[in-house]
């Protein structure tokens, strides 16, 4: 069957050394499972002690569970930590891609609960992970206990026209000439810190994973209002896709409780820096408890 994912075998291989390298960081020992769901056998990575409180993490389009636990390091002393790898956005995803239409992502989250044995766990998702974390949240709230969401997709959109504007020609350009002087320019207008692994992940990715140019729906004012739990929203004031300031009026006035919190100079790809990893996690700490 052909992949809906990779576009040739020679470059699964190297999407799968780059998930490798990624959980080779990972300075915990980590489990790999499956749980079924009705799209498949889906792969988690599990990590963090036994007797910790549950908190399912869900990581952002065309990366993976891998590359998130490495992001996070500092809250796996802490947490018995879930890792799914959404379906369409792993190399270790499901390949397939789900619909937004319908029932198919509630659905898929509702069975890695389930397969998990989670009957309630704190979640927290990033980007297209966080689109799917306010789905679960909105669709099954007594399971969620507190729901944290960075740089969240499928809360408010920012100009398609900006966004080509600045990522149009650029696109062309590296595809024209994929050299790292225009990959970074490339990546400019949504990377906030230069990384050389996640750069040359993303290089691989361009070169190896299909795309899948779908955004995440908004959600309606009755979804959000399903969201009866704390909540806390991290937003990027300089991120294109889903900007921060809308994101914060648009919760504020649909989820009175949520806590959000705009962060200065940061684009739709937060920093890869120890010292934002470090307050990312104490942050998640001090909101979880």
């Known amino acids: ?126 980007s297209w992970g966080a689109y799917v974390a306010r789905v679960a949240a909105s669709s099954m709230p007594s399971r969620v206990e507190r729901l944290a969401l960075l740089v969240p997709a499928g809360i408010a959109n920012g100009s398609h026209l900006t966004g080509l504007m600045k990522m149009a020609f650029p696109m062309l350009r590296y595809q024209f000439r994929p050299t790292q002087k225009n990959l970074r320019q490339l990546l400019a207008p949504i990377v906030s810190t230069w990384d050389d692994n996640w750069g040359g992940y993303i290089e691989c990715s361009l070169k190896d994973l299909k795309m899948d140019p779908r955004i995440p729906p908004v959600a309606t004012v009755a979804e959000l209002k399903q969201l009866t739990m704390p909540v806390l929203a991290i937003t990027g004031e300089d991120d294109i896709s889903f900007p921060g300031q809308l994101i914060a009026r648009r919760l504020k006035a649909e989820v009175p409780q949520a806590e959000v919190e705009v962060l200065p100079q940061c684009k739709h790809c937060p920093p890869t820096t120890p010292e934002f990893r470090e307050w990312i996690a104490n942050r998640l700490m001090n909101f979880f408890g």
């Not at 963090?48 to 996070?72: S, Y």
Request: hydrophobic share 40%.
């Open 1 to 126: 069957m052909k992949s809906q994912l990779c576009k040739t075998p020679e470059g699964r291989e190297r999407l799968e050394g780059w998930y490798a390298r990624f959980l080779a960081k990972v300075d915990r020992p980590v489990e790999a499972i499956s749980v079924p769901t009705r799209f498949g056998e889906n792969h988690v990575l599990i990590t963090g002690p036994e007797d910790g409180p549950p908190l399912v993490v869900l990581h952002a389009m065309r990366t993976g569970a891998a590359f998130l636990l490495a992001e996070l390091q500092p809250l796996l002393s802490r947490y018995r930590v879930y890792a799914p790898d959404l379906p369409g956005q792993s190399i270790r995803g499901l390949d397939v891609r789900l619909p937004f239409k319908g029932d198919a992502w509630r659905g898929w989250i509702g069975d890695v609960f389930d397969g998990l044995r989670l009957d309630k766990a704190n979640l927290f998702g990033v």
